[in-house]
Structure formats: structure tokens, C-alpha cells
């Protein structure tokens, strides 16, 4: 006998049949009118493509007669994720971006936050950037990708009586009758200095931003709000290989280069199902370098050189 009774699915089923925790979200697009920045509000929005793709992707779900996916698909294709932390009086401001039907000139008339260049374009000089939001603790400047799946095949589609009649893509543009995808690629991460400074020195739990969380529409009435709990960190426990089963990947992996026990050491807490690309990234860096052996040391300087791309943004 199960321990959970069976719930049934319906529309909206992430907050009609589920709790899932969400981030809250403004969404900066340009409107019609080519010039002024419009603010929806979402949560529906979450990494898409994380590594390995040659650009980092979120997903934005959206409703497609709403003025985000109508800029989106009309008229623009910059756009601005504002993620918001929990503040007085943000939660009405926030759920005041998002009665349907309101233009951008009637939502944006009493929008409560402020707004300002991003850092794609910090001077506002490009005309398609939208504005982001000042409160916001990180936005992530981002553009549609509307090649993949040929989206752009449903850019200046008209809605006939508020809908989209098909057809419908499966992951980019318009959706369904009622929905949109959009894939957006990240152009730039901005955060707040204390909040980058943490990132930068490791993350400690205490400095962690107090991130609005959404528990999405219930009820037929509330959007439900929480604040970011205290965070409490678990360490991963570290299942250390031996020496003789990294050895045997080592010399697995390029004959014309010879890794030393001491340098193999510096590798035995890395997760096996990581060992090969690791060892393979220690073979590039030799052979770019003309080195045939690597040890200790020259396992000290590819470490660096990784720590150093890692920060190479910041
Ligand atoms: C906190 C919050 C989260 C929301 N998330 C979404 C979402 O992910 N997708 C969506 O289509 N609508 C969502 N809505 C409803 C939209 O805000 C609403 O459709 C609104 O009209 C969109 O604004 P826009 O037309 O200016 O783009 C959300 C509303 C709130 C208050």
C-alpha cells in the first residue's frame, strides 16, 4: 500500500496539483513602440542549456497573447530576466505587472520599481536593449535564439480572437494554442557587488540574497509569496579513487603523454564519471605547451590556469 494518494493532473498542473518553488521574475522587453522598456511578471523561467553548447540558455514560458511573448514575436528580441528579492511591498508591485489584457503604457504607468541601462549597454545607446530593474539582485541580459526550430517562421503571426490556431512548435515560439517558448541565450549576469563578492570568495550561506520565491496562482485568487529560509550547506562526501585506478585512465588517454604518480594524486577526489574529460583537458594544455610529462607542477599550473578561467569574468 503506496504511502501517497494519487493526485490528477490538470492545466497548470506545476501549481494546481504541486508546491514548487519558484523564482520570481520581471521580464524587461521592448514594446511596440520600439523606444520603451515593458515589465511582465513570470517564474516560468529556467536554465536551459548549462554546458557544452557554446552559450549558456534560460527558458521562458509565457503566455503567447501576453505583451512579453507579442514583443518577442512582433518586434524584439532583447530581453532582461530581473530575478527580485523579497522587499516591503514588492509582492503587490510584482502582482500588479501581471493583469492580462493591461498594455505596457497602462502597466508600465504605475510600475513600481525603477528602472536602468543594463551592462550590455550601459551608456543606452543601443536602441534594443531593454532597461532592467534597479531592485533586482541579478538579471540576466539575454536574447531569443529564434533560429533554433525555425522560430522566427512565427515572428508577425497575427492571434485571431486572442488565440494562435496551429501549427505549434515543440520547444521554440508559439507552443500551443495558448502557449509560447522562448529560449533565451544569457549575453550578460549582473549582480549586486555583495552578492558577486560572495560568489567570488566562495558563498557563505549568511550573505545569501533573500530571494522572492513564488509558489505560483492558487486558490483562483492569490499568488503565493515566500522568503528565502536560512541555507544550510551539506557537504558532498568525497569518494576518493586509488592511485592505480586513475592511473590505469591516465595512461589510457594519450600515449605521447606521461602523467607522474604525484601529479595522478592531485586527481584522485575527481568523480570517475569526470575523469576522462579532466585527464583529456591535462593532455591539451601539454601538447599546446610542448610538455610530454606532466607532474605536480605542471598539475599546479593547469589548476591555476582552470581557477583563472573560472574567474576570468569576474
Ligand atoms: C509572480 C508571478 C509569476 C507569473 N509567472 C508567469 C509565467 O511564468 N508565465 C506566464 O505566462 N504568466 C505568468 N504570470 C502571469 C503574467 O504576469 C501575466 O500573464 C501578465 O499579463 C504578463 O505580463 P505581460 O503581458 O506584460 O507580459 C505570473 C504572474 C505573477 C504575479
Same mark, same amino acid.
Given at each position: 500500500?503506496?504511502s501517497?494518494?494519487?493526485?490528477?493532473?490538470?492545466?497548470?498542473?506545476?501549481?494546481?496539483?504541486?508546491?514548487?518553488?519558484?523564482?520570481?521574475?520581471?521580464?524587461?522587453t @521592448?514594446?511596440a513602440?520600439?523606444?520603451?522598456?515593458s515589465?511582465? &511578471?513570470?517564474s516560468?523561467?529556467?536554465?536551459? =542549456?548549462? /554546458?557544452g553548447?557554446g552559450y549558456?540558455?534560460?527558458i521562458?514560458?509565457a503566455r503567447?497573447s501576453?505583451n512579453t511573448?507579442?514583443?518577442?514575436?512582433?518586434?524584439?528580441s532583447?530581453v532582461?530576466?530581473?530575478?527580485?528579492?523579497?522587499?516591503?511591498?514588492?509582492?503587490?508591485?510584482?502582482?500588479?505587472?501581471?493583469?492580462?489584457g493591461?498594455?505596457?503604457?497602462?502597466?508600465?504607468?504605475n510600475?513600481?520599481?525603477?528602472?536602468?541601462n543594463?551592462l550590455c549597454d550601459?551608456?543606452?545607446?543601443?536602441?534594443?536593449?531593454p532597461?532592467?530593474?534597479?531592485e533586482?539582485y541579478q538579471v540576466f541580459?539575454?536574447?531569443?535564439?529564434k533560429?533554433l526550430?525555425n522560430?522566427?517562421?512565427?515572428?508577425?503571426?497575427? @492571434?485571431?480572437d486572442g488565440?494562435?490556431p496551429?501549427?505549434?512548435? &515543440?520547444?521554440n515560439?508559439?507552443t500551443?494554442? =495558448?502557449? /509560447?517558448h522562448f529560449?533565451l541565450?544569457?549575453?550578460?549576469?549582473?549582480?549586486k557587488?555583495?552578492l558577486?563578492?560572495?560568489?567570488?570568495?566562495?558563498?557563505?550561506?549568511?550573505?545569501?540574497?533573500d530571494?522572492?520565491?513564488?509558489?505560483g496562482?492558487?486558490?483562483s485568487?492569490?499568488?503565493?509569496?515566500a522568503?528565502?529560509p536560512?541555507l544550510?550547506p551539506?557537504?558532498?562526501?568525497?569518494?576518493?579513487?586509488?592511485l592505480s585506478?586513475?592511473?590505469?585512465?591516465?595512461d589510457?588517454?594519450d600515449p605521447?603523454?606521461?602523467f607522474?604518480?604525484?601529479?595522478?594524486m592531485?586527481?584522485?577526489n575527481?568523480p570517475?564519471?569526470f575523469?576522462p574529460?579532466?585527464?583529456?583537458?591535462?593532455v591539451?594544455?601539454a601538447?599546446?605547451n610542448g610538455?610530454?610529462?606532466?607532474?605536480?607542477r605542471e598539475m599546479?599550473?593547469?589548476?591555476?590556469?582552470?581557477?583563472?578561467?573560472?574567474?576570468k569574468t569576474?
Amino acid at each position: 500500500m503506496s504511502s501517497f494518494k494519487d493526485l490528477r493532473i490538470v492545466d497548470n498542473f506545476y501549481q494546481t496539483s504541486s508546491y514548487i518553488p519558484m523564482a520570481t521574475v520581471l521580464v524587461s522587453t @521592448l514594446a511596440a513602440d520600439g523606444k520603451t522598456t515593458s515589465v511582465g &511578471s513570470y517564474s516560468l523561467c529556467f536554465p536551459y =542549456y548549462i /554546458a557544452g553548447k557554446g552559450y549558456y540558455a534560460m527558458i521562458l514560458e509565457a503566455r503567447n497573447s501576453s505583451n512579453t511573448a507579442q514583443h518577442l514575436l512582433n518586434n524584439a528580441s532583447k530581453v532582461a530576466l530581473n530575478y527580485m528579492p523579497a522587499g516591503r511591498g514588492y509582492n503587490k508591485k510584482i502582482v500588479a505587472q501581471s493583469w492580462p489584457g493591461d498594455t505596457p503604457q497602462e502597466k508600465m504607468k504605475n510600475f513600481g520599481f525603477n528602472l536602468e541601462n543594463g551592462l550590455c549597454d550601459p551608456e543606452g545607446k543601443d536602441p534594443k536593449r531593454p532597461k532592467v530593474v534597479s531592485e533586482a539582485y541579478q538579471v540576466f541580459e539575454c536574447t531569443w535564439m529564434k533560429d533554433l526550430e525555425n522560430a522566427y517562421e512565427d515572428c508577425g503571426r497575427q @492571434l485571431q480572437d486572442g488565440e494562435y490556431p496551429g501549427p505549434y512548435r &515543440s520547444f521554440n515560439g508559439i507552443t500551443s494554442q =495558448y502557449g /509560447a517558448h522562448f529560449i533565451l541565450r544569457i549575453d550578460k549576469v549582473l549582480m549586486k557587488p555583495d552578492l558577486w563578492q560572495n560568489i567570488i570568495d566562495g558563498v557563505k550561506g549568511k550573505k545569501w540574497p533573500d530571494i522572492l520565491i513564488c509558489h505560483g496562482y492558487r486558490d483562483s485568487k492569490n499568488f503565493w509569496f515566500a522568503k528565502t529560509p536560512r541555507l544550510i550547506p551539506e557537504m558532498l562526501p568525497i569518494r576518493e579513487a586509488t592511485l592505480s585506478s586513475v592511473r590505469y585512465a591516465a595512461d589510457r588517454t594519450d600515449p605521447t603523454v606521461h602523467f607522474t604518480d604525484d601529479a595522478l594524486m592531485l586527481m584522485l577526489n575527481v568523480p570517475r564519471i569526470f575523469l576522462p574529460t579532466a585527464l583529456k583537458g591535462c593532455v591539451a594544455w601539454a601538447k599546446e605547451n610542448g610538455v610530454t610529462e606532466i607532474t605536480e607542477r605542471e598539475m599546479k599550473i593547469i589548476n591555476d590556469k582552470r581557477a583563472k578561467e573560472k574567474g576570468k569574468t569576474k
